[in-house]
């Protein structure tokens, strides 16, 4: 059993089988990281370059960790502190990093699209953690994870993607990837934060939080992202929680317990209220535990792929 | 499959299982000490039958446990077919215990290799022990069993194939030609 790409660009296209081999091998992982020693030779000898040309604290932290718990080789390299700052191009900077002889590349980068320039370009496997507004399946995966974790299984439930889903890369993934795997989706938001022809995608749209919450098993709640749009898609932050934030009342209002979960950082009381977030409904810190296990799962089935 | 002879038919498999289960307590002083460790995937069935006839002897309840060595083995990389992870589940501190490690076949040893890099990462055992139900010989590392069932000259185009009642249908040890069918 092999994955059917040396390389991990995004979820649109990737197989149930595919998928169910990361989540399945992640299994094994999880184990590891209850282990006194939390590390597995399997990747000595590898060395990989985590190439960060947007900020990130919990995905680049979780893929080192991920790598050195694999015993990889790890170079660090972040967009600030390098020569891209004096006009290389990325196919330089890369061509110049594939000399040394690295063999995979993390990539975070504003444009989409730019990991798979990278795997057309040079010869290492390259992972996605992040490519503009398109794919972040990374991401994706952690929450199914998660998802089949808490559920049980992921076919058959409802998860609704809450906020800001045209800036996002975490809704895009997560729609791809939990289709695949039999899921219904849907998402919710202002009408500014929505993209038009999300329905061709096959999902459904709520411009009421009060029936996506009476709707969904699972509520995937994602962060506003100001830095993107400059605030200007919605009059304030204070309305924006008005009318889409999740918070207690509104939970309690329905009768079933629902699943909460956010990829982070959380605005608190601005998407997610802070009990909510804090609350007994919330799965976002094993988010970030299982984050750990199913980048190793990536890590191990790209890294021994022949 | 061509079976080129049994070295050990149903009977004989009982009765060797029977003999390694007082072996292993004979050398221990009793089973207040150990632990059994199968190595997945056969390893596994052969602990869980040990571990029946030790707590028939014995009238004690005996922490058994099972290793997936993929993630340690050296020729990863070599592999045509990726292994799929079965993962580790030893649910008992193996610190100070006396680890009894189950395989079925000892070859080159590299697989044993694999198994203590992968049990010393979960702590430090008293001892660990090695029992295989057949060793056929042509070793490339430093290793040799404890407790054997049986000692098998073997050529290295021939194959030794432990067939278990609960994946094969039948407990036997045979004999295949190499380049399998």
Request: aromatic share 4%; charged share 25%; net charge neutral.
């Amino acid at each position: 059993m092999a994955l059917a790409s040396r390389h991990l660009l995004g979820l649109e296209g990737m197989s149930k089988q595919d998928i169910q081999l990361i989540l399945d091998t992640a299994t094994s992982f999880r184990e590891i990281l209850d282990r006194p020693i939390k590390k597995v030779p399997t990747l000595q000898g590898k060395t990989i370059v985590n190439l960060f040309f947007e900020s990130s604290t919990r995905t680049r932290t979780s893929f080192e960790l991920a790598e050195r718990r694999l015993s990889a080789d790890v170079v660090n390299f972040s967009a600030e502190a390098s020569s891209v700052r004096k006009g290389e191009s990325l196919k330089d900077t890369v061509r110049n990093l594939e000399m040394m002889k690295i063999d995979m590349v993390v990539i975070r980068h504003a444009a989409a699209g730019a990991a798979h320039f990278l795997s057309r370009v040079i010869d290492a496997n390259i992972i996605n953690a992040g490519d503009g507004s398109h794919e972040h399946p990374t991401q994706a995966l952690l929450d199914m994870y998660t998802l089949r974790e808490k559920l049980g299984a992921i076919e058959g439930h409802h998860v609704c993607i809450v906020g800001d889903i045209s800036h996002s890369r975490v809704a895009l993934s997560n729609i791809y990837g939990l289709q695949t795997m039999g899921a219904r989706v849907s998402v919710c938001g202002p009408k500014t934060l929505i993209p038009r022809c999300i329905d061709q995608l096959g999902v459904q749209v709520y411009y009421n939080i009060d029936d996506a919450i009476r709707d969904a098993d699972v509520l995937n709640v994602l962060r506003i992202q100001n830095e993107r749009h400059g605030g200007t898609l919605f009059p304030t932050t204070r309305e924006y929680r008005r009318y889409f934030g999740v918070t207690r009342e509104r939970l309690e209002a329905s009768k079933k317990k629902i699943l909460i979960m956010h990829p982070g950082p959380i605005n608190r009381d601005v998407e997610l209220s802070a009990d909510v977030a804090d609350g007994e409904q919330s799965v976002i810190l094993q988010q970030v535990l299982n984050g750990v296990a199913i980048r190793m799962s990536i890590l191990y089935l790209l890294g021994t792929h022949t | 499959m061509n079976i080129k002879s049994r070295l050990i038919d149903h009977q004989g498999f009982q009765r060797t299982l029977t003999r390694l289960a007082h072996e292993i307590l004979e050398l221990n002083k009793g089973s207040e000490t150990i632990a059994l460790v199968g190595i997945r995937t056969r390893g596994e069935f052969l602990a869980r039958r040990l571990a029946e006839k030790i707590q028939e002897i014995e009238h004690r309840e005996l922490q058994v446990g099972f290793l997936d060595i993929t993630l340690y083995r050296d020729d990863l990389r070599g592999k045509l077919n990726q292994p799929i992870l079965k993962g580790t589940d030893i649910m008992f501190d193996i610190a100070g215990k006396n680890i009894i490690l189950i395989d079925d076949v000892l070859y080159t040893g590299r697989t044993v290799r694999a198994a203590l890099d992968a049990l010393i990462d979960l702590g430090r055992p008293a001892t660990i022990q090695l029992a295989v139900l057949v060793d056929r010989g042509h070793r490339e590392l430093p290793i040799k069993a404890d407790f054997i069932g049986k000692n098998c000259p073997t050529s290295p185009n021939e194959e030794v194939r432990v067939l278990m009642q609960e994946i094969d249908g039948e407990d036997a040890v045979v004999l295949v030609e190499k380049g399998r069918a």
